[in-house]
């Protein structure tokens, strides 16, 4: 199985909002989210519940639980098995807030933008 390469998106002032998500948690959360990204790297589009879910136009949510505690991070996919994540929140609504979606979307039109590259998987 052919391993994917795992992107953190760059905002055009240089910041990473998932590292500054993973920042944010507590150890043993940020160690779920990482040893989450890694099953995700090595598992790519294979990847489903409860680690990845499709949630729509090709935004899909890592999910990592700590307890009570549950933590996202959207992600997208590329052309050369490139998987790019956008951001990461806590969850603490039953329905993965619009809001967060939408900063995907957002973030992914700004990445394939400046790479110039508007295919994805």
Request: proline share 2%; hydrophobic share 40%.
């Amino acid at each position: 199985m052919q391993e994917f390469d795992v992107i953190f998106y760059a905002k055009s002032d240089g910041s990473e909002p998932v590292k500054e998500f993973l920042d944010s948690l507590d150890i043993k959360m940020r160690a779920k989210v990482v040893r989450t990204i890694d099953i995700l790297s090595q598992n790519g589009s294979l990847l489903r519940e409860p680690y990845s879910k499709h949630l729509k136009d090709g935004i899909f949510e890592l999910r990592a639980k700590v307890g009570t505690n549950i933590s996202r991070v959207l992600y997208f996919f590329i052309m050369d098995n490139q998987i790019v994540l956008t951001n990461g929140f806590i969850k603490k609504t039953k329905k993965t807030p619009i809001a967060e979606i939408k900063k995907a979307t957002d973030y992914r039109a700004d990445y394939l933008s400046r790479i110039g590259n508007n295919k994805f998987e």
